[in-house]
């Protein structure tokens, strides 16, 4: 966790050389990367999965390629990491429900106050699950601040163009900002 955690800030910190181009600098060579764009990257997708989040848009974007589209679709078939999360806890004794794949769009895994109770006896009694636990919320901070240094870096260099994959740019990135992916984990800092 902690070198996927060096990771995400070496993806953040990448964003401040891209804002130093102006918007003019960028669009001089923007029509040389065609369709290419984070929106259709096939590894940054199977992330999103594996953090549990599900859009049609994240297969559709890849019709043309059906041997990425398997690959896709079989990743939503694995398991998530809040759902192995949750299975090494119940592992070690917490009384956790499994999580349900309750929602097709967006997050999977709803909120859970039963769960939310389990944490916060797991953070104050668990010291080695309660470390995972912060290392987790470290992870979804991590990615909430790539997504606001992404979504302001396209407002500084395109404004309100579409994206380079197609997709409606920022205000499509808008709507990624402020979804947490283990809500469950953010619940809880209110319990203690």
Same mark, same amino acid.
């Given at each position: ?7 995400? /800030? ?6 401040? #050389?891209?804002?130093?181009?102006? =918007?003019?600098?960028?669009? $001089? ?18 992330? !999103? ?8 848009? #994240? ?16 990743? %939503?078939?694995? @398991? ?14 917490? !009384? ?6 309750? @929602? ?10 039963? @769960?939310? !109770?389990?944490?916060? @006896?797991?953070? /104050?009694? +668990? =010291? ?10 470290? &992870?979804? %901070? ?5 997504? &606001?240094?992404?979504? /302001? ?7 309100? /163009?579409?994206?380079?994959?197609? $997709? +409606?740019?920022?205000? &499509? ?5 402020? $979804?947490?992916?283990? =809500? ?9």
């Amino acid at each position: 966790m902690r070198r996927v955690l060096t990771i995400l /800030k070496t993806m953040v910190s990448q964003i401040d #050389i891209l804002e130093t181009m102006t =918007p003019l600098e960028f669009n $001089s060579f923007r029509g040389f990367l065609q369709n290419a764009s984070g929106f259709q990257s096939v590894q940054f997708r199977e992330m !999103e999965i594996l953090c549990g989040m599900r859009s049609p848009h #994240i297969i559709e974007v890849h019709k043309d390629q059906p041997g990425l589209q398997k690959k896709l679709l079989q990743r %939503e078939r694995e @398991n998530t990491l809040w759902e192995s999360f949750c299975t090494c806890l119940k592992l070690r004794g917490h !009384e956790l429900e499994f999580p349900g794949r309750v @929602n097709k769009q967006g997050l999977i895994h709803s909120p859970s106050e039963h @769960n939310q !109770e389990v944490l916060v @006896n797991v953070m /104050k009694n +668990d =010291p080695e699950a309660a470390h995972l636990c912060e290392l987790f919320v470290d &992870y979804d %901070e991590g990615l909430m601040e790539w997504r &606001y240094r992404h979504v /302001k870096m396209v407002e500084r260099t395109i404004g309100t /163009k579409r994206g380079t994959g197609g $997709s +409606d740019g920022a205000s &499509y990135l808008h709507e990624t900002l402020n $979804s947490p992916i283990f =809500p469950d984990l953010w619940a809880i800092r209110t319990k203690f």
